[in-house]
């Protein structure tokens, strides 16, 4: 299985970015997708999930209203639009997929994207 994060980059304060996280390999077809996010000297947070049917989306409250999780099932393809970009959002950007466990905790989910870097500007 693998999982290839896209889309990261560098953009000032309130702009937006469109991540996108391909999956191929041994997956199945249900199969729960998330973002990840860390900072420099940070643990890994969650930031946004979503049921492999679309009946479930759950953001961190710190994107809530800014960031949208998204998925192409055909395309095995999850996406995650963020608007409103703070500094604070400057992270890198993981994708992970299969889940066991709860939704906010990264050891849940069985695997990871490689990382896309997002910075933004003040």
């Known amino acids: 299985v693998q999982l290839q994060a896209s889309g990261g980059g560098l953009v000032q304060a309130g702009g937006s970015l469109r991540l996108s996280c391909a999956a191929s390999?041994?997956?199945?077809?249900?199969?729960?997708m998330a973002w990840f996010r860390q900072a420099p000297g940070k643990e890994r947070e969650f930031v946004a999930f979503?049921?492999?049917?679309?009946?479930?989306?759950y953001y961190a409250d710190s994107v809530k209203g800014r960031f949208t999780i998204s998925r192409d099932n055909v395309k095995n393809t999850v996406y995650l639009q963020m608007n409103s970009l703070k500094p604070e959002d400057t992270a890198v950007y993981y994708c992970?997929?299969?889940?066991?466990?709860?939704?906010?905790?990264?050891?849940?989910?069985?695997?990871w994207g490689q990382g896309t870097q997002v910075t933004v500007s003040s």
């Open positions: 992970a997929a299969e889940r066991s466990g709860s939704v906010y905790y990264p050891e849940s989910y069985h695997y």
């Open positions: 390999g041994r997956l199945g077809s249900r199969y729960d």
């Open positions: 979503f049921t492999w049917n679309g009946g479930s989306t």
